[in-house]
């Protein structure tokens, strides 16, 4: 069993920054792509960011030079630096992963989701 456990939402004004983690656990040999995620009522969610195992990051264009993607292998762990930010960032943030945990197992977990609301 795997779980990704989220922190760092939250309200902050606009302009402001927030930082994102979110904590894989469990029976994990190996994580492959980890990511960001969000989410607004009556819309799909939409790829903000990810990150490979080698360190390779790509975003969606809106938070290109605002939003910074990372991760700690040692901690299972991905980070997501949002600065700059804007009312339109407000969403619900889902962590995913990769993970392979041995015997030919392999899926993608989703974390809980964290609320960031971004007032004007």
């Known amino acids: 069993q795997v779980q990704l456990v989220e922190s760092g939402g939250g309200l902050v004004q606009a302009g402001g920054s927030l930082r994102l983690s979110c904590a894989a656990s469990?029976?994990?040999?190996?994580?492959?792509?980890m990511g960001w995620y969000r989410q607004t009522p009556g819309r799909q969610r939409e790829l903000v960011a990810v990150?490979?195992?080698?360190?390779?990051?790509n975003y969606v264009d809106s938070v290109k030079g605002r939003f910074t993607i990372s991760r700690d292998n040692a901690k299972n762990t991905v980070y997501l630096q949002m600065n700059s930010l804007k009312p339109e960032d407000t969403a619900v943030y889902y962590c995913?992963?990769?993970?392979?945990?041995?015997?030919?197992?392999?899926?993608?977990?989703w974390g809980q989701g964290t609320q960031v609301t971004v007032s004007s």
């Open positions: 995913n992963a990769d993970i392979y945990s041995g015997r030919a197992y392999r899926r993608e977990y």
């Open positions: 469990g029976s994990i040999v190996s994580i492959n792509a």
């Open positions: 990150v490979t195992s080698g360190g390779t990051s």
